[in-house]
């Protein structure tokens, strides 16, 4: 018996005791479709990378299809100048002081509540608000050099900022008080004071229509 035929027979037995043992067979059988269709561990590697790559990516559906990029929006146009004029620091200054008019008290009399701690509060926010928006938008203000003649506790009152718009002289001309009482000090008010009152708080009704016609136009 030459080799070859050696070979064959040691092959044949081979396959006849594997056939015996179910567990040695499979395995055979299991080791040969490996050779043939790959090994199980690179079948189940691509399952695993999608596994990770589900996980890494979120907002993709890797294992449906290949990933859908969202394309570029258009470039923006240019803005118009009421688009600019909405994102400077004028208009924001511009929106603080009307949205600070809103929360004005007025009393049942159709008169601003300048006396209550609530209205005054509210009354010197929005004075402070004119005064800042009136600076930002480079308002000359008026001449207020008669205020060097005042009493030295009249001034402590106007040392509050450049313009100092007060909410007891603008109470004062509305109510047209002929008198004005300062630190336990009553002041008594000229003709040409209360005349200036009038004007005062007549100025002060046109700025609020000014602001609430430009916010709210």
Do not use: W
């Amino acid at each position: 018996m030459n080799r070859n035929t050696e070979n064959h027979s040691s092959h044949l037995l081979n396959d006849s005791s594997n056939s015996r043992n179910p567990e040695l067979f499979g395995s055979s059988i299991l080791s040969e479709n490996e050779s043939v269709t790959g090994s199980s561990e690179h079948q189940k590697k691509p399952q695993d990378s999608r596994a990770k790559n589900k996980g890494g990516l979120r907002g993709f559906n890797v294992t449906s299809g290949p990933l859908r990029i969202r394309p570029k929006s258009a470039p923006s146009r240019p803005l118009t100048e009421v688009e600019a004029f909405r994102r400077s620091r004028e208009f924001v200054q511009l929106e603080c002081a009307a949205l600070s008019m809103l929360g004005l008290l007025i009393t049942q009399e159709g008169k601003l509540d300048l006396d209550s701690a609530e209205g005054s509060a509210r009354g010197k926010n929005f004075l402070k608000k004119l005064e800042e928006l009136a600076l930002i938008l480079n308002i000359d203000p008026a001449d207020r050099s008669y205020r060097e003649n005042f009493s030295r506790p009249y001034k402590a009152l106007y040392a509050g900022g450049p313009l100092c718009y007060l909410t007891e002289i603008l109470d004062s001309a509305q109510e047209r008080l002929p008198f004005i009482i300062v630190n336990s000090e009553k002041y008594v008010f000229s003709t040409n004071v209360l005349i200036s009152g009038d004007k005062l708080f007549s100025a002060f009704i046109k700025v609020k229509d000014a602001l609430r016609d430009t916010y709210y136009m």
